[in-house]
Every structure is written in structure tokens, then in C-alpha cells.
């Protein structure tokens, strides 16, 4: 694409997005997989979103390594659940929210490290619990059968009287310090950040775990990615290293203003580009060319005046008001 000097950045790069070609369904090795956009290293799953390494699952969103789970939100590592939210390492549980190591068991609500429990808020390492109450293997069982009788609204008002009773923690975190946020794990120096683990450093992000590695590091501004590092304002980017304002990119380093850009590095202002390095608007250049060119537009950007509706281009994303950056 040839730059037309009249038009800014922000006009050459929406015209560029304009005549490229748009991905509809985003996914990556995947097998068996219909129906589902944002998936990634998963096998046999149906209307799942925005995860990966699913196994069997269906209607799933936001989440990692989970199998055979069905109808859950933000779980991760879980199998044979259904019904579940903010769950992590659960097994064979469902109607469950903010639960970790729990198995067997249904309607919980902040438990861990529990197994044969029912209607139960907030619970340590325990077992063949109904309603909080410990019982017998037998009695429990006895009272899950009465229980299940019943009809799915008259469990959780049982279950509603028990979790305003229980006190609740200001936010779920596991193995964090000096962090802000909630639904955190393995994260440190961190600030309002949610739905994430393994970050190091990072602000304002949501939606963030490792895939390909094993840390996040030094991000801000971030939603719905994997592997991060020195990143700003990206979404929905995985594996990538001091990049910014990216949508939809994965294994990309020294990128900005990009979008559908894959295994690439030093792309500036670039869309579909498979395999590319040192290009600015999908125009191929020589490192010398283009560090001189990259300057002189970023120049120019942080002097833009408000005719994009912005008090400059540099540092805001390239979006005409109320547009999608994957519309248009």
C-alpha cells in the first residue's frame, strides 16, 4: 500500500484494514472444532469461545485446559463440569462459582480443596457437606437424594439462605501478594487486574494466563490475551514482546497498530501479514528505511490535531467513533 502523504496514520491504516481480508472464525490447531471462534489447541469441542486447550466441551467461555465441561465461565483446569463459574481444578461439580480443588459436588459457592459437598459456601477440606452441615457418608448421601428431588429454584433459595449467612472474602486470590484486583493466581506487583494468572508487574489487565510459557510480565491495559510481555493496549494477543494497540495478533514482537499480523516482527501499522518483519502498512522495508520511517510517522502522529476526533493519534487506537476495530 503506498502511504498517501494527505491522509494521516489512523486514514491510511482504516483504509488498509478496509480492503484486507478478515479472519471470521479465529482459531489455531484445532480438531473437530465447529461453531467456535477465539479457540485455540482443542479437540471435539461446539460453541466455545475465547479459550484453550479444550477437550470435549460445549458452550464454554473464557477459559484453559478444561475437558468434557459443559455451559461454564472463566474455569480453568476443570473436568465434568457443568453449570460453573470462576472455578479452578474442579472435577465432576456443577450449579458452582469461585470454587478451587473441589469434586463431587453442587450448588458452592467459595469452597477448597472440598469433595461430596452440597449447597455449601465457604468451606475448607471438607467432605459430605450439606448446607454447611457435616454429616455421615450415608446420611449425606441419603439427604443429596432428598435434595435432588426437589426442583432446581428450591435448592438454590436453600442455598441463598446459607451464603448470606457465611461471610465472604473481598476477592479471590490465590498464591498473590501485593496485588489488586480479583479471580488472580500466582501474581505479584500487580495492579486491578481480574480473571488472570501467572503475572508479574502488570495494571489494568483482564483476561490474562500463560499458554506458551510461564509468566506475564511488565503489561498494562490489556484484555483477553496469553503470554504478554512489555505489552500496552493489546487484545486478544498471544505470545507477544513489547508490542502495543495490537488486535488479533499471536507471536508478534515489536509490533504496533497492528491487526491479524502472525509470527512477525517490526510491523508497524500493518493487517493480514503472515511471516512479516520491517514493514509499515503492509509495504516491506529495510531496517534502516524503516526505523527512520517509523519515527517520522510517530513524529507526525503526536502532532496530529483533532481532525480524528482525538487530541492526537499517537497512544489512542485507530477506531472511528462506535466501530469495532474487526468491523470496517
Request: glycine share 4%; proline share 2%.
Amino acid at each position: 500500500m503506498v502511504i498517501m502523504p494527505s491522509m494521516s496514520f489512523f486514514q491510511d491504516f482504516q483504509k488498509l484494514k478496509q480492503k484486507s481480508p478478515h479472519i471470521a472464525l479465529r482459531g489455531f490447531k484445532n480438531i473437530g472444532c465447529e461453531y467456535n471462534d477465539c479457540l485455540y489447541f482443542s479437540k471435539n469441542c461446539y460453541m466455545c469461545f475465547y479459550s484453550d486447550n479444550f477437550e470435549n466441551c460445549l458452550y464454554c467461555y473464557e477459559g484453559n485446559k478444561n475437558k468434557f465441561c459443559s455451559d461454564c465461565s472463566t474455569c480453568f483446569f476443570c473436568e465434568l463440569c457443568f453449570e460453573c463459574i470462576d472455578c479452578v481444578e474442579c472435577y465432576n461439580t456443577d450449579f458452582s462459582r469461585d470454587c478451587r480443588r473441589v469434586s463431587n459436588s453442587s450448588f458452592c459457592y467459595d469452597c477448597l480443596g472440598c469433595s461430596d459437598c452440597f449447597g455449601c459456601v465457604g468451606l475448607r477440606q471438607q467432605r459430605f457437606c450439606l448446607f454447611n452441615e457435616k454429616l455421615s457418608e450415608e446420611a449425606y448421601k441419603a439427604k443429596v437424594s432428598f435434595w435432588m428431588a426437589k426442583s432446581h429454584d428450591e435448592i438454590v433459595d436453600e442455598f441463598e439462605k446459607v451464603r448470606q449467612k457465611v461471610p465472604h472474602q473481598h476477592a479471590m486470590m490465590y498464591r498473590t501478594e501485593d496485588s489488586t484486583g480479583d479471580h488472580l493466581t500466582n501474581t505479584q506487583r500487580c495492579f486491578n487486574c481480574y480473571h488472570s494468572s501467572d503475572l508479574q508487574d502488570c495494571g489494568h489487565i483482564y483476561l490474562l494466563y500463560a499458554v506458551y510459557g510461564e509468566r506475564n510480565l511488565d503489561s498494562w491495559n490489556c484484555t483477553m490475551n496469553v503470554d504478554l510481555d512489555q505489552c500496552h493496549e493489546v487484545i486478544q494477543t498471544g505470545k507477544a514482546y513489547n508490542c502495543s494497540f495490537c488486535y488479533y495478533c499471536e507471536v508478534v514482537r515489536d509490533c504496533d497498530y497492528c491487526f491479524q499480523v502472525f509470527n512477525s516482527k517490526n510491523c508497524f501499522g500493518c493487517v493480514s501479514i503472515n511471516h512479516g518483519e520491517y514493514m509499515i502498512l503492509n509495504q516491506k522495508y529495510s531496517p534502516e528505511e524503516y526505523e527512520k520511517k517509523k519515527a517520522e510517522i510517530i513524529a507526525e502522529m503526536k502532532a496530529s490535531s483533532a481532525t480524528v476526533g482525538q487530541s492526537c493519534e499517537w497512544g489512542n487506537w485507530p477506531l472511528p467513533e462506535g466501530e469495532r476495530f474487526d468491523t470496517g
